[in-house]
C-alpha cells in the first residue's frame, strides 16, 4: 500500500488538481491511502493555539500519529508526498526514517528551498534560497504576508535540513527539466530526482475551431503571474491598434484584482469575468484566438498551457521556468521576454499576422504534443518504474 501525504492549501489551486488526478491514476494499479490536512484547519476553534501551531510547524506530533496509526495496518510500500507544510510538518520525514519507509517526494514548487514555495519576493524572484539564503523571502514576508511567519518557516527549513529530513527522501520527481535542474543546483543528488511532467486527460470531442477574436487570461491574479505585464501590453497595443486592438478577457481572482477591474474599465478592449470554471470556462477556452500566460516568475511547469492544447489553441508565454518545455516558439504559440512589454506585443502582433488556418494548425500542434507528451499511460509506465526501484 502506498500512503498518499499532502497538507491542502488555503486556495484551491493546480497543485490539488494534479495530486487529485494522481491519486486517482495510481489507484486503478495499486492500494493507496490520503491522508490530508487542510491549512485552514489552524483557524478552528478546537485548533491548537498558536504557540502549540508554533511548536507543529517544526514537528506535529498530531500528523505524525495519524501516519504511524496508518504504517501500523502493515504493508505500506512508500509514503508519496505532494505539500507537507505546516500540519504535516518534517514530522513526517521523521516517522519515515524511524520507520524505515521510503519517500516520494513531488517537487510542485521549490520547498525546501524557498519560504513561500515560488522563490517569489513579491517583486522579483530569490533565486539564493536554492542555497539556503532565505533573507529576501524573510523580509518581504513571502509566507502569509508577514516577515515573522517568513522568519519562522525559513528557521523550520533549515532545522529540517539540519535534521537530515531532506535526505530521508528516497526519490524527487520534479515536474519539469527545469524543476530537476533548479534542486540539483541547491544540492540534489542527481541520482535520485526523476522529471516527470504532469499528465493530462484530454477531453474526448475536439469541438469544432471557432475562434471569436479575443485572447484569454485564466489565473490567480498575482504580480508573478505578470498581471501588471498583460494590463500594459493592452494599454499600448490599443494605443498602437486604436479599433484594431484585439479584446483581452482576464478570469481570475486575487491581490490584483482591483487593477484588472480598474483597467477593464479604462480600455473597452479589456473584459474581466471573474473566477470562472466548469463549461463557461470551457467555452472561454474553445472560443479563444490564443490564452496567455505572461509569467514573470519561474513556473513549474505551467498546466494552463495543457489546458490551451485541451481545445487546440495557440498559447504565447512568457519564457519562463517549466513554460519553455512546453510551448516550442511558432510551432505551438509564440514566447516572449519574462516581464517585456515589448515583447509581449511582439508575440500578440505575431498571432494577429497569421491566418485563421495557421492558428488551427498551431493549436492542433499543441493538442498533437499534449495527447503524446502528456500521456497518461505514458506517465503511469514511468511513475511505477520509479515506485519499483524506490520500493525494491
Not at 516517522?95 to 517537487?107: H, N
Not at 479589456?270 to 470551457?282: A, D, H, P, R
Amino acid at each position: 500500500m502506498i500512503i498518499e501525504i499532502f497538507n491542502r492549501y488555503r486556495a484551491c489551486g493546480g497543485e490539488e488538481l494534479i495530486a487529485n488526478q494522481i491519486l486517482h491514476a495510481i489507484r486503478k494499479d495499486r492500494p493507496i491511502q490520503s491522508l490530508r490536512w487542510h491549512s485552514s484547519d489552524w483557524d478552528r476553534p478546537e485548533a491548537p493555539s498558536k504557540l502549540g501551531q508554533l511548536r507543529r510547524l517544526f514537528d506535529n506530533p498530531d500528523s505524525a500519529e495519524e501516519l504511524e496509526d496508518i504504517i501500523n495496518q502493515g504493508n505500506v510500500e512508500c509514503l508519496l508526498c505532494h505539500n507537507i507544510y505546516p500540519i504535516g510538518s518534517p514530522s513526517i520525514y521523521r516517522v519515515a526514517r524511524e520507520k524505515k519507509i521510503p519517500v516520494i517526494q513531488f517537487t510542485h514548487n521549490f520547498r525546501p528551498y524557498s519560504v513561500s514555495g515560488t522563490l517569489w519576493t513579491g517583486k522579483d524572484i530569490a533565486p539564493e534560497g536554492l542555497f539556503g539564503d532565505f533573507r529576501k523571502e524573510i523580509r518581504t514576508g513571502a509566507w502569509q504576508n508577514s516577515w515573522f511567519k517568513s522568519l519562522l518557516f525559513a528557521l523550520m527549513l533549515k532545522w529540517q535540513k539540519y535534521r537530515g529530513y531532506n535526505d530521508v527522501v528516497t526519490h524527487w520527481i520534479a515536474i519539469s527539466n527545469f524543476m530537476r535542474d533548479a534542486f540539483i543546483q541547491a544540492g540534489t543528488p542527481p541520482e535520485r530526482i526523476t522529471t516527470l511532467k504532469h499528465f493530462w486527460v484530454p477531453i474526448e470531442q475536439l469541438p469544432e475551431p471557432s475562434d471569436q477574436g479575443y485572447y484569454l487570461f485564466l489565473g490567480r491574479l498575482a504580480p508573478e503571474k505578470g498581471i501588471q505585464v498583460l494590463l500594459a501590453t493592452w494599454a499600448a497595443l490599443e494605443q498602437r491598434l486604436g479599433n484594431q486592438c484585439p479584446r483581452l478577457i482576464i478570469g481570475g481572482t486575487g491581490d490584483l484584482q482591483h487593477a484588472v477591474e480598474a483597467a477593464s474599465q479604462a480600455n473597452l478592449k479589456i473584459q474581466y469575468v471573474g473566477y470562472v470554471s466548469g463549461e463557461y470556462k470551457n467555452e472561454l477556452i474553445a472560443n479563444c484566438r490564443a490564452m496567455l500566460a505572461p509569467s514573470i516568475w519561474w513556473e513549474p511547469l505551467g498546466l494552463v498551457t495543457y489546458e490551451a492544447y485541451d481545445f487546440a489553441k495557440p498559447m504565447l508565454a512568457a519564457a519562463s521556468g517549466g513554460l519553455t518545455e512546453t510551448v516550442t516558439d511558432s510551432v505551438t504559440g509564440f514566447l516572449h521576454t519574462p516581464g517585456s512589454v515589448n515583447s509581449f506585443i511582439e508575440s500578440i502582433i505575431r498571432c494577429e499576422g497569421l491566418s485563421e488556418q495557421q492558428r488551427i494548425q498551431m493549436g492542433n500542434a499543441g493538442r498533437q504534443w499534449l495527447l503524446e507528451d502528456a500521456n497518461l499511460e505514458s506517465w503511469r509506465h514511468h511513475f511505477n518504474r520509479i515506485l519499483q526501484d524506490v520500493c525494491k
